[in-house]
């Protein structure tokens, strides 16, 4: 186990050496979420232009909540998407030839091994926009509150993760899944909004199913001071819930991969 | 140059030739009967696309019906019916104009596609086309399900005359020319830099907000709904879902048919044009 | 209307140079790079000239890099020359008009240029459309293809299921469709097992027969341009080293012959010998020995173009 953390970290400086090559790479990364954060707060604006509330959340504390799927979402570019979509492409042309011999250990290097680097302007552009948005709030941040909100934004993280790895597991039946990226990107989306805004039976699926709501929602309810230690208690059993299901699923799908032929 | 012509060998064939007309039809029927065949049999796959694409209009419908609620039912006379039929018509017009991506265009290149492309008397936004014609097919039967539990769920107000459902059913092919040829454009940009999804992303992002993809171009500030007027985005999204949904006389259905007219001779001429550059580009500098 | 041509492939100082940047490694080279671009020039094909006759095969020879797949590519019209002109069928390649393209085919070996999903059949279909082809000299030209290279039974399976050399047929075939008057193929054996090869080589071979098209074959298995080629084109760093037939290839590079004699007591003996001491050698074997079998050979021909590339590499 502690051999796999090891290689993964190998693999994972030897990424970043790799990216950092690539100088041109980081201004193109700035610019493109740079753009993005302009989309969503001409998006803000707009919404804002016509309403002073959205579901009893102010505009300063919208931008939160786009500001914490920014950064989440510069998480999930640079270190879970390319490495499920590595996983992904190795089962579909049969290269995941490694995972057949330490089925225990493969989850770790499966996950850590790609990197994109530049992909972290997201989270330092993401960082801007909640920084302006907790400032207009005006309420003041304690330490506590802002703690909470590291701590569920890691299980946000964590729970994307685990929401990944299961879609991914499920390419070792169904073979062909180029639409994962797409599929991703359009739902996470959801995430711009504060979960409450979305009827019943979409609220639900978009917190348990795809748990963007817990990984999105949440932290930014920390932040704006909208946070019950019930959904604290909850977010943290479903995430710990997630984990285990998540690592039981993936052992599942190996043994079955290892065990059909190739 | 020498005097006396060589004999030319008596087995070379006379190249009979079928009229193009025929030759152009067969080869969109032949594209888009074998892309029917295909997508047919990944019907999960088409599936779970369909659901990642239907998510972003849902999204807005949510959150402008929310925003309409709070302010006593409608924004600026828009209800919450007709939002639900505004972005539930924008699944069916966002389905027709999917074309082939500008970022594909780099994957062209490298695996050679583009030259085969160039070895061949076709120009390829014959393909581009017609596969995706070929495409609409299938995505629009599966659609239909996840079509008909929108209307459920949302309540859409969907009252459109005959003549609106003539104008509709040909405005969304004019988005798709318009749409294809310009991404095949943009596309192009490849073979100049490889920067070019910078340039990609500034060309969506206007898209996003100048074409009605974001929301009704009428609850956008004056200034954006007068610039969108001179830009082809309009046309890809906001006439057509309009013309089915919205309030248009005769004589406004007609004119914007017209207008996306105009557009597809305007990209047209441009995409030539810079299908001519690009080649003589390409063959310069090496592939 | 074709104006009478001499030759169907008409080159005169040919030349491509590409102009590739500088990389170095290294922080501040990087840096100073962003600023100040260098570059390079790689003269690919450096002043070549040939002419070849309708229905003749010519193969190509040289090592990777020497310029054979990017002469191809110029007499095909995917690449501009930097100078020098060809002329092809009386069109001028890079003009790439309509009707050039549609009498003549470019086949590179490992690529696709069919359907990648689809079966061959709805390919040859599209291909069928694309050139404009009357549908019985379609449905003729195709079942002849397909029977000559034995594909009937691959046609129906979507390509990407094919092995490499079963694709490498249906390519062939579907690049054939339009009975094309001259066919460049570059590498078409590449990759493909020795059984393969043999057929493709036949087929090139009764194609050329049947329809009197002409070939160009670049290729770095001497097997294929010994199979199929009269005359061959020796090129190395863009340059055409030798141009001629492949006997008498032997007899300008070829420095030694092989003298292999079988003796009376049963051993067999190999000499290798420099070629002007050929004839003393022979004797003095006779004269020394028993002798009940003496051949005198030329050397294979991959030693001997081995030995003109060595002599280029140095010179």
Redesign the interface.
């Given at each position: 186990m502690i051999r796999s953390f090891r290689l993964a970290a190998l693999y994972f400086r030897l990424g970043a050496l790799n990216e950092l090559?690539y100088?041109?790479n980081f201004f193109v990364a700035l610019f493109q979420s740079a753009l993005a954060v302009s989309v969503g707060l001409v998006v803000l604006a707009l919404v804002y232009s016509h309403t002073t509330t959205l579901n009893g959340w102010k505009q300063p504390e919208l931008m939160v909540v786009l500001g914490v799927q920014i950064l989440l979402g510069g998480i999930i570019h640079a270190t879970i998407q390319p490495n499920m979509q590595q996983l992904v492409d190795e089962v579909r042309d049969g290269k995941l030839d490694f995972a057949l011999t330490k089925p225990e250990d493969a989850q770790v290097l499966i996950s850590l091994r790609a990197l994109r680097l530049w992909q972290f302007t997201e989270v330092i552009s993401g960082s801007a926009v909640i920084g302006v948005g907790v400032y207009r709030i005006d309420a003041g941040l304690g330490l506590w509150r802002s703690l909470a909100f590291v701590a569920l934004l890691l299980m946000g993280a964590l729970l994307l993760y685990c929401f990944w790895l299961i879609l991914a597991t499920g390419s070792f039946w169904i073979v062909n899944m180029w639409f994962l990226s797409d599929l991703f990107e359009g739902i996470y989306q959801v995430g711009r909004w504060p979960i409450g805004v979305y009827p019943g039976w979409l609220r639900y699926s978009m917190s348990y199913l795809v748990p963007i709501g817990f990984a999105v929602t949440v932290p930014a309810q920390a932040l704006t001071n909208r946070l019950g230690w019930e959904t604290v208690v909850i977010a943290l059993g479903f995430g710990a819930a997630l984990v285990v299901f998540t690592r039981w699923f993936w052992r599942f799908g190996l043994k079955r991969y290892s065990g059909a032929s190739a | 140059?020498?005097a006396?012509?060589?004999p030319?060998?008596?087995?070379?064939?006379a190249?009979?030739?079928?009229?193009?007309l025929r030759?152009?039809f067969?080869?969109y029927a032949?594209?888009i009967r074998?892309q029917i065949q295909?997508q047919f049999q990944y019907p999960a796959a088409t599936y779970m696309y369909t659901l990642g694409m239907v998510a972003e209009p849902v999204i807005y419908l949510v959150v402008w019906t929310t925003i309409a609620k709070s302010q006593g039912g409608a924004v600026q006379g828009i209800g919450t019916a007709q939002f639900a039929a505004y972005y539930i018509v924008w699944t069916f017009v966002r389905a027709m104009n999917i074309v082939f991506t500008p970022y594909g265009w780099e994957w062209r290149i490298r695996e050679?596609e583009l030259?085969?492309h160039?070895?061949?008397?076709?120009h390829p936004i014959h393909y581009d086309l017609a596969w995706f014609a070929g495409h609409k097919v299938p995505w629009l039967v599966m659609y239909l399900p996840i079509g008909v539990g929108l209307t459920l769920i949302f309540h859409p107000a969907l009252h459109p005359r005959p003549l609106e459902i003539v104008v509709f059913l040909i405005a969304i092919w004019g988005a798709y020319l318009i749409r294809s040829l310009n991404n095949f454009i943009l596309g192009m940009i490849t073979i100049w830099t490889t920067r070019a999804s910078a340039i990609f992303e500034v060309w969506f992002l206007s898209e996003l907000l100048l074409s009605g993809r974001l929301l009704p171009l009428t609850l956008m500030p004056h200034w954006v709904q007068s610039l969108s007027n001179w830009l082809p985005f309009k046309w890809t999204f906001y006439f057509p879902i309009e013309s089915l949904v919205g309030d248009m006389s005769n004589i406004e259905l007609v004119k914007g048919l017209g207008t996306q007219l105009l557009w597809i001779g305007v990209c047209t001429a441009l995409m030539r044009g810079a299908w001519k550059l690009s080649?003589?580009h390409y063959?310069?500098?090496?592939? | 209307m074709?104006r009478?041509?001499?030759?169907v492939v008409e080159v005169s100082g040919l030349t491509k140079v590409?102009?590739v940047p500088e990389r170095e490694a290294g922080l501040r080279a990087?840096l100073r790079s962003?600023v100040n671009r260098q570059w390079r020039e790689v003269r690919a094909v450096d002043g070549i000239s040939f002419e070849i006759?309708?229905?003749e095969v010519v193969g190509f020879l040289g090592p990777n890099g020497a310029g054979k797949t990017t002469t191809l590519?110029m007499l095909?019209?995917?690449?501009?020359p930097t100078s020098g002109g060809g002329s092809v069928l009386g069109h001028v390649p890079?003009k790439?008009e309509?009707d050039y393209?549609?009498?003549m085919?470019?086949v590179?070996g490992n690529?696709n240029?069919l359907?990648w999903?689809?079966p061959a059949l709805?390919s040859f279909?599209?291909?069928?459309?694309?050139?404009?082809?009357?549908r019985e000299?379609f449905l003729r030209t195709r079942d002849e293809l397909i029977e000559l290279l034995d594909v009937g039974d691959l046609v129906r399976k979507p390509v990407r299921n094919l092995s490499l050399g079963e694709r490498m047929k249906v390519e062939v075939v579907g690049s054939l469709l339009?009975?094309p008057?001259v066919l460049f193929l570059d590498e078409p054996t590449i990759g493909l097992d020795v059984t393969m090869q043999k057929r493709i080589r036949n087929f090139i071979a009764e194609y050329n027969q049947?329809?009197?098209a002409t070939v160009l074959l670049t290729s770095h298995y001497m097997a294929d341009v010994e199979a199929l080629c009269k005359r061959v084109i020796v090129i190395h760093h863009g340059r055409i080293l030798f141009d001629g037939s492949l006997s008498s290839l032997g007899d300008r590079f070829a420095a030694y012959k092989t003298i292999e004699a079988v003796l009376a007591d049963g051993a067999r003996i190999t000499l290798k010998v420099p070629k002007h001491e050929t004839s003393e050698a022979t004797a003095r074997l006779l004269a020394e020995h028993e002798v009940h079998d003496l051949t005198v050979e030329d050397p294979p021909i991959e030693d001997v173009i081995e030995q003109v590339f060595a002599t280029e590499a140095t010179a």
């Open positions: 090559q100088r041109a | 140059m020498p006396l012509p060589a030319e060998r008596a087995s070379a064939p190249i009979r030739r079928e009229l193009w030759s152009m067969d080869f032949t594209g074998t295909t050679g030259s085969g160039l070895l061949r008397p076709l080649v003589r063959s310069a500098v090496g592939n | 074709l009478p041509v001499a030759g590409f102009r990087s962003l006759e309708a229905g590519k095909s019209g995917l690449l501009y890079s790439r309509r393209l549609r009498r085919t470019l590179m690529r240029q359907q999903d689809l709805d279909e599209l291909n069928r459309a694309i050139y404009r082809l009357p000299d339009h009975l008057q049947r329809h009197g």
